[in-house]
């Protein structure tokens, strides 16, 4: 029954286009893959050596990790495409997910507070994520990594004038 | 106003307070340092022994009691410009500051002592992340009275005395008879967990009794049918005694009134709750039933509250409802409960393989141990518990079903028990649309509707249904003026 009305309040909010996000910040999703995979091949190999174990061994293993981290690099180059973000006038919206793809909205009037965060690296591009904490049970608030510094602000700007005003 | 019940300037409890707050710290203590006793009860020498508890004790309890005496006097509070204001800690100190508006409820409670002594305690719970709940253990009943009026007030305290004197619905009050008819119908298999779960916290820790319970479930196990069916018959009773005893001990004297703008639920045997639930704090509520209370017609109503960070607020469960008395709860919180035009929807077929998986792998799993164990009969137990899975299934999608009317949602579901949420769109906090690549081939999605107190998924709705839901929520919450909490 109230299908038909909808769409006229809404005119096609799935089909809006997204904004991607900061295209920075895929340096710093491969630089922290590059990081653990470097942490994980040093540990194996410390244990490798104290099990006195063949070369043969260390070539099969270290490949083997290389060949999945290239993997999941891969898939992260596929996702990072799909994560995007829209700020309208009461909202915010952030899609993502190659697998499971997802799309979350949280309305203004309902934002308790707003974090923003920066890890060493993206601190190196002048990157920032955003936290975004509703009151939801489950804590599953709104996570946006890689928007720059300014943006970033930008955005908690927008909102906190948009929830006291 | 009487002086003695001036909240202006720093007020401690009741005197009487020192007794019930002592009661509770020596119990707290026992139960949390009850381990350094036992070297004493290694000594043999029983005179020894006598002497050594006895000086072990007064010591103790001497100096909970100077613990208790400070504690006491430096737990103040007042209430100034809209804020209650808790003044706490003898070495470390608090001041904690809540405002009105921030209270999410008032409880009175009564333990045994404290109805022994004659003295309330006033639990005020809020729901901001910050703030920890209060629970002020002995007042008398006049200052507990008075303290809820000027909370409860909302700034301003005549309103609520009117509030308070205008005449008060009651909706339900439970009879002994209503209380057994609720045992009898309760998930008795549930029990049984916590009934297992109470003598092992009893007894777990002594290794001699586990090693007899090892040797008697051996024995147990290994019974034949007739046996195992004459301990059923004896269990059995045992279970609704049990869940007699909790339900009377939880509910006895069940009552629920409405007043304007607000709920009340007084319950209990030794330890009475009294809840003051305000209408507009109710994030949703959710109506359940089994099939041998749905056969009496008793259902249950839970009304789900904002949870904080610190302390997690229990829903406010009320038992032993008729329809009629559902109905009227429902109708006291919302407006517009007419699904007469409304569709009803289905969840895709997809849904049904998305349980089946789930439970495909936990028959797995449960095989797995069954390979494992010495015992190769128990495979024969796949017999009854993959059928049962199956009926589960079956239920689940038999009765999960989702309207819409023009301010609430109703989702029905359930398996053995069946229950229904009602949920009005702006208690929304975040929405979220989730779909795997599965899904996306045939078009459907999950929708993950969050509010503060409780997160509802509706599984397997069509993409362009789920849209369309997804709008209408955001929608509602954005142009709703009405507070959410």
Known sequence: MFENNIIEDFPAFFEVNFKAINKNYFKVISLNTLL?????????????????????IYFIVHSGLIFLFSLIQLYAYIGFSKRKYLI???????????????????????????????????????LASLNIYTAGANGKDLVIRGFSKEKALEIKEIITKSING | MDNSLDFSAFTRQSPKGIIVLYFQNVFKFLKDWWSIFIPVFLIKNTAEFFEII????????????????????????????????????????SLTSIAFDKIQNINYKQNFIQQLIGVTQVDIETAGAKTAEISIKALSKEKAEMIKLILMANRSIDQTENTINTDKKTILSLSIADLIKESLTENHLKNLLLLVAFIWSLFGRNKEFLEKIKVENYDFFSKTIIEVSIVFIFVLPTLILFSFVIIILKHYDLTLKFNKNALEIKQGLFTKKHQVLKIEKVQ???????????????????????????????????????????????????????????????????????????????????????????????????????????????????????????NVLKVGEGQIATSTIYLEYFKLQN?????????????????????????????????????????YFILKTETSNKPWM
């Open chain 2, 284 to 406: 949703g509520i959710l109506i359940s039933t089994n099939p041998f209370k749905q056969f009496l017609g008793i259902f249950s109503v839970v009304l789900n509250q904002v949870s904080s960070d610190n302390a997690k607020v229990s829903p406010a469960k009320i038992i032993g409802c008729n329809k009629q008395q559902t109905i009227a709860i429902k109708n006291t919180i919302f407006e517009n409960l007419n699904f007469s035009k409304s569709k009803v929807y289905k969840p895709h077929n997809y849904f049904i393989f998305q349980l089946f998986l789930k439970k495909f792998f936990l028959i797995l799993i449960i095989n797995f141990f069954f390979l494992f164990s010495q015992n190769s009969y128990l495979i024969y137990l796949n017999l009854v518990i993959i059928p049962f899975l199956m009926l589960l299934i079956y239920k689940n999608f038999k009765k999960r079903f989702f309207k819409f009317n023009k």
């Open chain 1, 88 to 126: 309208r006038q009461q909202d915010i919206s952030y899609k993502k997910g190659v697998l499971i793809s997802s799309t979350t909205t949280v309305p203004f009037n309902r934002i308790q507070h707003i974090e923003i965060s920066e890890g060493y690296f993206s601190r190196q591009f002048k």
């Open chain 2, 431 to 471: 929405i979220q649309l989730k779909q795997t690549v599965f899904q996306k081939r045939k078009n459907i999605c999950n929708l993950i509707i969050q509010t503060a107190s409780k997160t509802i998924e509706l599984p397997c709705v069509n993409i362009y249904e789920a849209q369309n839901i997804y709008n």
């Open chain 2, 54 to 93: 006895l000086i072990l004790l007064s010591v103790l309890l001497i100096f909970i009691l100077i613990r208790t005496i400070l504690i006491y006097l430096k737990y103040t509070f007042k209430i100034e410009n809209n804020h209650f204001i808790l003044k706490q800690g003898v070495l470390r100190k």
């Open chain 1, 36 to 56: 653990t995979l470097l942490i994980i091949l040093s540990i194996v190999t410390i244990f490798l050596y104290i099990k006195n174990q063949d070369y043969s």
